[in-house]
């Protein structure tokens, strides 16, 4: 299992661009706290690992904060 999250997080790092150690640390607990809630659909993992970096990265979606 631990295999599979580490594929998870160097895949989504890879594909983001993300080379530092910050966005490596704050996606690996981000993508094991999915993990540990029932994630395991290695799709779904890197989709939300991704949607996490570029939320990290660009600020939240205006048009989506609920208000």
Do not use: H, P, W
Request: with cysteine; glycine share 8%.
């Amino acid at each position: 299992d631990r295999v599979v999250m580490d594929d998870v997080i160097e895949t989504i790092l890879r594909t983001s661009g993300a080379t530092d150690a910050c966005s490596r640390e704050r996606i690996s607990k981000y993508i094991r706290t999915l993990n540990s809630a029932g994630q395991r659909d290695f799709r779904a993992l890197e989709t939300y690992g991704r949607a996490y970096l570029k939320e990290m990265r660009e600020g939240r979606d205006t048009r989506y904060s609920g208000c």
